[in-house]
């Protein structure tokens, strides 16, 4: 999917948070969104997730106006806050899964997604007995499920350790590799691990960079 934003600013009441942000991205990019606690990383990616509405600026999908915009299950999306999900039943990894495949995703590419993961082993475990490392990657599963175009992943590494950390960036990789846009919002960890293609840094007082570089290839980025 191309992402065009163009001067977007966004303001929660009185507060402004981003000022006069554009950038674009194609199909397949990879771009890093860096920055301070405070400095608008979340609020910018619900900007684009229609979370928050625009109203200064604007963002298309494909060249089509957000405002106009209707498919949202081509964007997948782990939140910051995952943690707070709010168990209501002592469902199985395999059962919350399924209540979220739009399609009749098949069981064999849940399994594949899973495996890819490194959780293929806990499918039967209850949700409420996973380490938060565990969960983190059961929701990013979620986010894969209807294969989206777009991943969304704001702070995903904050409950993992540094292995786990390094094991995941890889499955990025992967997944980009495959053609998925990813945007990934980190504001700890070294982007050595990371095939990007962009990084967007975002300061405090709502100035920013936004920044390309060639992507490597994915043999050489495993090698790091
Ligand atoms: N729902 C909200 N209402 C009011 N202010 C908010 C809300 N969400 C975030 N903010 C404020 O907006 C600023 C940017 O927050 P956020 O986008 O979460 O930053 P980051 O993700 O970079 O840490 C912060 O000052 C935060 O307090
Ligand atoms: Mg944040």
Redesign the pocket.
Known sequence: MQIDIHNLSFA??H?S?LNNLSLSLAPGDYLVVK??????????VKCILGINPVKTGMIFFDHEDINNFSKWPLFGYVS?KFEEFNYEYPVTVNELLSVYSLKNTNQSYRLKLLDQLGILDIINENINNLSGGQLQRVFIARAMLNNPEVLILDEPTASIDKLNTEYFYRTVNQLNGQGITVIL?T?TDSLAHMNYSHVLS?NLDMTYQFQVRDKCDLEEVEKI
């Open positions: 929660y009441g507060r948070v920055g301070k606690n405070g400095s608008g990383k979340s609020t910018l910051q919002i504001h975002l």
